[in-house]
């Protein structure tokens, strides 16, 4: 599985980004996918994730209210909306993914990352 994730960028404290991973490579929808974000001199962390069909989300304790992640299937891609976002929002974030019937512990396949920037 191939994942490419987009839609980082530069954006204030409070506005909004959505962020995208397209998966190529194989079938889709029996693959699970999360998202993790690592920033500068700190460890990766889990952000989200998402099961094969949608029907099982998991989120951080403290994105939780702002950030949702969803999927389309039909277009191999997962999303990630990130809302109210906070300078501390500020990492690179990853897609993962694994084929997963549920929300794996673990992930085979990683995207390259994109950079978001909240400026305060």
């Known amino acids: 599985v191939q994942l490419q994730a987009s839609g980082g960028g530069l954006v204030q404290a409070g506005g909004s980004l959505r962020l995208s991973c397209a998966a190529s490579?194989?079938?889709?929808?029996?693959?699970?996918v999360g998202w993790f974000r690592q920033a500068p001199g700190k460890e990766r962390e889990f952000v989200a994730a998402?099961?094969?069909?949608?029907?099982?989300?998991s989120y951080a304790d403290s994105l939780k209210g702002r950030f949702a992640i969803s999927r389309d299937n039909a277009k191999n891609t997962v999303y990630l909306q990130m809302n109210s976002l906070k300078p501390e929002d500020t990492a690179v974030y990853y897609c993962?993914?694994?084929?997963?019937?549920?929300?794996?512990?673990?992930?085979?396949?990683w995207g390259q990352g994109t950079l978001v920037t909240v400026s305060s």
């Open positions: 993962a993914a694994r084929v997963s019937w549920t929300i794996p512990t673990r992930y085979d396949y």
């Open positions: 490579g194989r079938t889709f929808s029996n693959i699970a």
């Open positions: 998402i099961s094969w069909n949608g029907g099982i989300t």
